[in-house]
C-alpha cells in the first residue's frame, strides 16, 4: 500500500499523522512540554528515514550522498511546510496562546524589575504584533534544521551501508 509512495507523497503522510497526533495531545489535556510531545519529533525521523531507506532499494540509487540528501529533502520540505501551515492555523483558532505569552512575558519583566511602565507597554505591543512572525519563523528554522540534519546523517549511514 505503501510501498510506491513518492518522497513529496510520505512527506505528506508524515506531516499528516504529526499534526493529528499534535492535535489528539492538545485536545487530550497533554500540556505542550509533555515527553510526549517527542513522539512527533520522532515520527518525522521515521518519516525521513522510511523515505531514505526505500530509496535504497531503488534502481535508481547510485548509492551517492546528493540523491539519498535529495529524496530526504522532498520528504522534510513538505513536512516542514504543513507543520507551518498548522503552526498558523492552531494559532489562530486559539488566541489564548498569545494573551498566554503576554502574561508570562509581563511576569517575567516585572520580575527582572528593570523596566519602566513605558518601555514594559511598548515591549508587549511588540510582542503581540510579532508574536506569530516569530511562532512561524521559529518552526520553519526548527523543522528545516532538524529536518536536514537526520536527512544528513541518515543518508550517510545509508552512503556506508550499501
Not at 528515514?49 to 532499494?57: G, H, L, N, P, Q
Not at 504543513?82 to 505569552?101: A, G, S, Y
Request: glycine fraction near 6%; proline fraction near 2%.
Amino acid at each position: 500500500m505503501f510501498k510506491n509512495l513518492t518522497a513529496t507523497k510520505k512527506g505528506v503522510l508524515t506531516g499528516t499523522v504529526m499534526i493529528v497526533l499534535s492535535c489528539i495531545f492538545f485536545y487530550s489535556g497533554q500540556p505542550f512540554d509533555s515527553p510526549l510531545q517527542y513522539l512527533i519529533y520522532v515520527i518525522y525521523a521515521g518519516g525521513i528515514a522510511w523515505t531514505i531507506y526505500e530509496f535504497s532499494k531503488a534502481e535508481e540509487n547510485t548509492n551517492k550522498l546528493g540523491p539519498f540528501f535529495l529524496q530526504g529533502f522532498k520528504c522534510f520540505i513538505v513536512i516542514t511546510l504543513l507543520m507551518v501551515i498548522f503552526t498558523f492555523v492552531f494559532n489562530k483558532l486559539h488566541p489564548e496562546f498569545k494573551d498566554d505569552m503576554v502574561k508570562a512575558y509581563t511576569i517575567d519583566m516585572l520580575k527582572k524589575g528593570n523596566t519602566t511602565a513605558a518601555e514594559m507597554e511598548t515591549n508587549l505591543k511588540k510582542a503581540k504584533d510579532y508574536y506569530l512572525t516569530m511562532l512561524l519563523s521559529g518552526a520553519i528554522f526548527g523543522y528545516l534544521l532538524i529536518g536536514s540534519t537526520f536527512t544528513l546523517v541518515t543518508s550517510l549511514f545509508f552512503t556506508k551501508r550499501n
